[in-house]
């Protein structure tokens, strides 16, 4: 069974950081296409943002464009989200996904717990 467990959500003020990162294991990690997806009170998820596997080339959903940056370590199997100048519409609880994804992409529920990124004053 795949393993994803998130950490590194909190509560920031507006304005700051927090970093987030998701440990895989029991899949080839270096060879999956690696995403953030995120949900927000009463809301659907949300892709936020996709690393690939192989080039490492990154896309963004438009609203955290400049201020997110996804990255990957294969040799630790992690998964990271970088997230600067953070805004209260960021509130959210953020889980990572296997798979490479768009804005409008539909994707099941994760099974993963997530982590909780709460974004007040």
């Known amino acids: 069974e795949v393993q994803l467990v998130e950490s590194g959500g909190g509560l920031v003020q507006p304005g700051g950081s927090l970093r987030l990162s998701c440990a895989a294991s029991?899949?080839?990690?270096?060879?999956?296409?690696m995403s953030w997806v995120r949900q927000a009170p009463g809301k659907g998820l949300e892709w936020v943002s996709t690393?690939?596997?192989?080039?490492?080339?990154?896309t963004y959903t438009d609203s955290v464009k400049g201020r997110f940056t996804i990255s990957r370590d294969n040799a630790k199997n992690t998964l990271y989200l970088q997230m600067n100048s953070l805004k209260p519409e960021d509130t959210a609880v953020y889980y990572c996904?296997?798979?490479?994804?768009?804005?409008?992409?539909?994707?099941?529920?994760?099974r993963s717990q997530g982590t909780q990124v709460t974004v007040s004053s």
């Open positions: 690393v690939y596997s192989g080039s490492g080339r990154t």
């Open positions: 996904i296997k798979g490479a994804y768009y804005s409008g992409s539909y994707f099941a529920q994760p």
């Open positions: 029991t899949f080839a990690f270096s060879s999956t296409h």
